[in-house]
């Protein structure tokens, strides 16, 4: 019933290799792979050590996954082609893809033209979906908080997410819920639940007033009702890994300190455990 994973994003000082071992060795039980850590021509060599490791993969962040040019990823510019760079990062996983979720954002609409980055992420979305499907893979699209509107995202609600997964009508595509990105939007339980069997990755941080576009906090030593939003997922059917994702970018006391990542996450894990206690769930 608990299952913890952590992403490459929240130690981004470590290589590959020592996000392996260091999460191995602390207990972690899955991970969140970040494309840009694999290494050019090493990437078979890298993701099989993953499974020596005793980690599972739960999900992946491809290097473009924006369907339109963002802040943090602006090349290549049309989403033809950026669908064409997510279509081969599937590709690259080959056999590791079975039964993983990559992880897309709409990107943000140029101009203030949000419909059409609805309409391009809906068609895009449908054609990589499919395209996963066939490594048995699928696609998990990811509603940003308002803090990135305009940023990275064209949508900041889960129920818009909702919308464009309806839209996209695909068994192979769901939902990515961020509760760092969701945990503000009206009726959060009860979105939560709406999503049903669409949930397909969970990540956890928590919330402390930003102070820069990167700036998240430990798990249980923010803001955000975790317990509530446990609850609610864990209703909703959802039965994957609570992947830890921080971002720690252009703040003076960054949690991205390589000496302070092992702390960081084992605080967050004893946080989560705290919190699925509170929620009612069983941690076996």
Known sequence: MFRFGVSQFTTMPWDFERDVKEYAALGVEAIEV????????????????????????SSVQPEARTIFPSRTQPEPKEPEDRAARFR???????????????????????????????????????????????????????????????????IWTLEQAMQIVVAVDH??????????????????????LACGDRVLVV?????????????????????IPLADLIRATQESGYRGAYTLEIFSRDVPDSLWEPDGLAAVITDSRNG?????????????
């Open 34 to 57: 970040c494309e840009e850590k694999l290494a050019e021509g090493r990437a078979t060599e890298q993701l099989a050590l993953v499974g020596q490791s005793g980690l599972s993969i």
């Open 203 to 223: 990540h956890v941080s928590d919330w402390r007033p930003p102070r820069s576009l990167e700036d998240r906090h430990v798990v249980g030593k923010g803001e």
């Open 88 to 154: 081969r990062t599937v590709e690259r996983f080959g056999g590791f893809a079975e039964g993983v979720p990559f992880v897309c954002n709409t990107g943000p609409p140029l101009g203030g033209n949000i419909r059409e980055v609805v309409e391009a992420t809906v068609r895009e979305g449908r054609a990589l979906a499919e395209h996963a499907l066939e490594y048995g893979a699928s696609v998990a699209l990811e509603p940003l908080s308002p803090v990135l509107m305009n940023v990275e995202s064209a």
């Open 171 to 192: 068994p192979s595509f769901g939902i990515c819920l961020d509760f760092w990105n969701i945990w503000q939007n009206p009726d959060v339980a009860d979105q939560i």
């Open 272 to 284: 989560l455990k705290r919190a699925f206690r509170q929620a009612g769930e069983p941690l076996q």
